[in-house]
């Protein structure tokens, strides 16, 4: 069973530019979370969809969105790219939404911003 | 903000003692804590968790203590082995769905 894939793996963009991330689930998952991984700050919850609807969001500004469709797919954009916004991002996915259910993470895209 | 505090950045350990992890929350309403562990230039992969209703759980070589009234929990690993060298991540749930509240983590060295 394939795992979870992210795409791109790097990527390096200039502030003021905006970026979309993709994140593949693994086949059946209908869960999908984003994190957002800096030195020192650890994972950070960005949001959560489930059956295309965003059902939790963290304390980031409107510049993050996200959207899931139908497969189960999800990308995230963030726009107006501050330096503040490199870091690793992570998505993860489960079958479920209830908290039992294990999250299973792709290896992230590190974003950087020059 | 931090919630969910990893106060030690890292941890050397020679292989074959154990190893303890520490974790503290601040947050009454998490009731639901879980470890990961994460290699270089991979995602983190689940590792174990814990239940606020329960004071241990252990799996093989890893158990994980909960001691709700100072709110705080660790993960021992016995014995530590030099694959277990990676970073680890404490994470607390408190209500329905996924979102999870991370710590910063903790690198953990083990030499051989």
């Known amino acids: 069973k394939a795992g979870v894939t992210q795409t791109p793996r790097y990527l390096i963009k200039t502030r003021g530019q905006q970026v979309t991330l993709s994140c593949s689930p693994i086949s059946g998952h209908r869960s999908v979370s984003w994190y957002q991984q800096t030195p020192g700050q650890g994972l950070q919850f960005l949001f959560e969809?489930?059956?295309?609807?965003?059902?939790n969001k963290g304390n980031f500004p409107g510049r993050f969105s996200g959207r899931q469709f139908s497969n189960s797919r999800s990308e995230m954009n963030v726009s107006t790219l501050e330096l503040g916004d490199s870091a690793l991002y992570l998505c993860?996915?489960?079958?479920?939404?209830?908290?039992?259910?294990?999250?299973?993470f792709g290896p992230g895209t590190r974003l950087t911003v020059l | 903000d931090q919630q969910v505090k990893q106060n030690s950045p890292s941890l050397s350990v020679q292989e074959g003692r154990i190893s303890i992890l520490n974790c503290d929350y601040t947050?009454?309403?998490?009731?639901?804590f879980l470890w990961y562990k994460k290699y270089p230039a991979e995602g983190p992969t689940f590792l174990i968790s814990?239940?606020?209703?329960?004071d241990k759980n252990e799996d093989g070589r890893f158990t994980v203590f909960l001691n709700k009234s100072a709110k705080h929990l660790s993960l021992h690993i016995v014995p530590s082995q030099p694959g277990d060298s990676a970073v680890y991540f404490c994470a607390a749930s408190a209500v329905y769905g996924n979102k999870l509240v991370f710590g910063a983590g903790t690198i953990l060295r083990v030499k051989s």
């Open positions: 814990i239940s606020s209703i329960k």
């Open positions: 993860a996915s489960s079958l479920r939404l209830d908290r039992d259910n294990e999250q299973f």
């Open positions: 969809y489930f059956s295309e609807t965003q059902r």
């Open positions: 947050n009454s309403m998490f009731d639901y």
